[in-house]
């Protein structure tokens, strides 16, 4: 085990970060991502402001079954919340529930810790980036960070390389 510097947490062994407080461990300080110039960022096809509008359930939105589906055809049934973060691990404080995809695949897939965030809204389903390394992809187009895209029943998410397809059941 791997003792935190910051914390003490025990972390396992091979672990760069803390999964208590999230410091880097071989230095045991916070990193902090640098800003990139505007001008070095690729440019999108489309606008960043473009959504694309969610396919209405039948019934109460709020009610509906939602599901994940693997390429192994293994099936993730997702918890009845408004909000969903998906990712790799758990959210240290607990207030947002986490989807932890580490068991389908998600590291060797390159999903962040905090990929995306899945929202059940009156209008239907959303998805949002949440600025992953690799990126959220809808029917293989890239969604930009932090504009949520519209689910409709079928649709292919890609999380980096893990791809899923989401399913509304009534």
Not at 104 to 116: D, E, I, L, T
């Amino acid at each position: 085990m791997i003792k935190c510097p910051a914390c003490n947490h025990e972390n396992l062994p091979g672990s760069l970060f803390c999964a208590k407080c999230g410091v880097h461990l071989p230095t045991g300080k916070r990193l902090s991502t640098d800003e990139v110039p505007e001008r070095e960022l690729p440019a999108e096809k489309r606008s960043p402001f473009e959504t694309r509008e969610p396919t209405r359930p039948k019934g109460p939105p709020l009610d509906a079954t939602l599901a994940l589906i693997c390429e192994d055809d293994q099936e993730i049934i997702l918890p009845q919340v408004t909000t969903l973060n998906l990712g790799r691990g758990q959210i240290p404080d607990g207030t947002t529930p986490m989807l932890d995809l580490t068991l389908h695949g998600a590291y060797k897939g390159g999903v962040s810790r905090f990929h995306a965030r899945i929202h059940r809204q009156p209008t239907g389903f959303y998805i949002e980036d949440l600025l992953s390394t690799n990126g959220t992809y809808i029917n293989k187009q890239r969604i930009p960070p932090y504009v949520p895209q519209g689910l409709r029943d079928g649709d292919e998410i890609q999380l980096g390389r893990l791809v899923v397809t989401f399913q509304i059941r009534s």
